[in-house]
């Protein structure tokens, strides 16, 4: 087996028993993988075991939900490495990404950490092409030189202490394929995290949001991110994240609307 690499991987988990293993699997190179479960009733904490058995550098904790942000910033300070990496159980990492990530960690001192592109599985497709990927996002940090923002409810994000870039190929693997009737209730979820997320920080309701930002958003994940090479698969994930712009934006209105003119039945006095 070739070294491993001085990485520390941390994943939160609750119930995801049918997504972790391949997870872990491709997280072979790390020196240490950091998982924090948060009350897991599934086979997770079985799976888990099962790998820690078999030999994999692997150091399982229960902690109580701390929120998102604060749940991987809890595991981000179980870290040993000089490099951490955040990653979720329904992601993995592609070959691209695995062969690249030595010349990562050997960046130079002044990079601090890397974003990596993201590539959905899509019902009907599979996961998208190379081309076809989400934002990049900060994935890849020093021990010690970032730190999640504890405000963040949803969307939760490292914030660096330094310098950050792009990694040049690779891409995460999401692999969640939720139909419909789950997807918008994830959506619904989120978007209610969002919006109370905006109001706690004083935001108000914008009539542009509302109108042109749902298209918008359908526009940039459809032309923009590629989607449009994926058929209608990549027409309904376009769709859908229309949606959980749309979503977003009425709840912060409707959250505003109610505090000036609450709800009052006043059918009688009509």
């Not at 993988?33 to 099962?50: E, K, M, N, P, R």
């Not at 809890?74 to 490495?81: G, I, P, R």
Request: with cysteine.
């Amino acid at each position: 087996m070739n070294p491993r690499l001085p990485l520390s991987a941390f994943i939160i988990c609750l119930n995801e028993e049918a997504y972790l293993g391949n997870c872990i699997e491709s997280l072979a190179q790390c020196a240490e993988i950091v998982i924090v479960d948060s009350g897991s009733t599934d086979g997770t904490v079985a799976l888990v075991q099962s790998y820690i058995d078999a030999g994999w550098p692997i150091r399982f904790m229960h902690e109580a939900w701390r929120g998102y942000a604060g749940q991987k910033q809890f595991a981000l300070e179980q870290c040993t490495q000089p490099w951490c990496f955040n990653i979720d159980a329904d992601e993995r990492l592609d070959a691209a990404l695995r062969r690249l990530l030595p010349d990562l960690l050997a960046a130079p001192d002044d990079i601090v950490g890397w974003r990596v592109a993201r590539r959905p599985y899509l019902i009907g497709y599979g996961y998208t092409p190379e081309n076809v990927h989400e934002r990049r996002n900060l994935r890849l940090i020093r021990r010690e030189r970032g730190h999640y923002d504890l405000t963040q409810k949803v969307h939760e994000g490292i914030v660096p202490d330094g310098r950050v870039g792009n990694a040049a190929t690779g891409s995460l693997l999401h692999f969640r394929p939720l139909q419909m009737d789950e997807q918008i209730l994830k959506e619904n979820k989120y978007s209610t995290l969002k919006a109370d997320q905006q109001v706690e920080a004083g935001k108000p309701p914008r009539f542009y949001k509302l109108v042109f930002g749902p298209p918008l958003y359908f526009l940039r994940l459809y032309f923009r991110n590629g989607l449009w090479r994926c058929g209608l698969s990549g027409f309904i994930e376009a769709m859908t994240g229309a949606v959980y712009a749309f979503l977003t934006a009425a709840k912060i209105y409707q959250r505003h609307a109610l505090k000036a003119r609450p709800n009052v039945d006043d059918a009688l006095s009509r």
